[in-house]
């Protein structure tokens, strides 16, 4: 693993990632670069300053609301042992809510997409600059969530799964440009979403996470497994929190 502070020019390992996020960008007919300090993905000839870069920095400068689900899903982890994985690492705004939901608690955050892993290292590595603590707590795994759960020793505390951007309702905006552009390069119609969520909530099981918690649109499925339904539910207009309580707090 690299050093949470390290800059990809001095470290040759986030070098060679950086390298080859910027070759899958330019595969997939966009810009993956630098504007004023920031990694951004962008289309060609857009401005600097308006493409996509990781959320953990302004997640975790944003004033945490104490009513936010992630937080209380954390908080009501209490003493149990154990890191937090979030097996769907995005642009790191849930991985940034989580670690700042507690103050000791380290969080693994995996992604599979170079562009998105590459973005989410810039992000750790702005946040740990600006000096905001959780993200000294934070490691980034480029990677793919399976193999990483794997390979995991000690059963995490909580696994996070937030398996792909809720899609478009009708009656719904588009969302912002950036965010269209992320989609666009993150669809694979090879992909079935539901298929995936099924492998990661079996696989968080075989791991014996102490909680697993699912986010997904409202009208989303969540697949049967040997889970069982979940323990419990936080719903929000856009989105739902489906949670499976397989340790209370205090049997830690
Ligand atoms: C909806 S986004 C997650 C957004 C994130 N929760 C946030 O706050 O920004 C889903 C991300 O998970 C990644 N992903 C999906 N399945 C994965 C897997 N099995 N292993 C690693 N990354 C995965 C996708 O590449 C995508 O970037």
Known sequence: MSDPESDPASDPELEAEL???????????????????VLELRLPGERPGGGVRSEIESALVRRLESGHPLRRIVQGLGETPGVILDLTGGLGADTAVAAASSSSRRVVTCERHPVVAALLQDGRRRAVAAGLEPANRIEVHHGDALSRLRGEGDPPALVMIDPMFPPRRKSSALPPKPMQRLRSLLHDAATDVDVEVRELLVAAER??????????????????????PPTFEISTKLLRWSVWERRAANDA
């Open 19 to 37: 390298d080859l996020a910027v070759a899958s960008a330019a595969a997939a007919g966009m810009v993956l670069e630098m504007a004023d300090g």
């Open 207 to 228: 791991v014996d996470a102490g909680r697993i918690v699912l986010k997904r649109p409202p009208d989303a499925m969540v697949p049967d497994t040997s889970l069982g």
